[in-house]
Nanobody, 118 residues
């Protein structure tokens, strides 16, 4: 069974950090581009970051550049999103998926809630 499972979300104060994990089962992550997306209440889902399958090239949305870091551990079949200097506007459900573009993803995780609030 092909599955992506996110974890690591939670409640954090502004300026804090979290590390999200996206673990794959049923397929090998290193053959796929993996993206992180987020959806805040009342807003459309947006791309946050993605990492390529071979060279590990990375992309970041302007809103998170310099604060978020995407990485992959192929041995653990897991992609990570380290989020530093979190802001209230980062509050959203975060999803990982098998693409950098929403409509190209074959697989999606169930999402993990990130709430940035004092």
């Amino acid at each position: 069974q092909v599955q992506l499972v996110e974890s690591g979300g939670g409640l954090v104060q502004p300026g804090g950090s979290l590390r999200l994990s996206c673990a794959a089962s049923g397929f090998t992550l290193d053959y796929y581009v993996i993206g992180w997306f987020r959806q805040a209440p009342g807003k459309e889902r947006e791309g946050v970051s993605c990492i390529s399958s071979r060279r590990g090239s990375t992309y970041y949305a302007d809103s998170v550049k310099g604060r978020f870091t995407i990485s992959r551990d192929n041995a653990k079949n897991t992609v990570y999103l380290k989020m530093n200097s979190l802001k209230p506007e980062d509050t959203a459900v975060y999803y990982c998926a098998s693409a950098c573009v929403i409509h190209e993803a074959d697989y999606w995780g169930q999402g993990t809630q990130v709430t940035v609030s004092s």
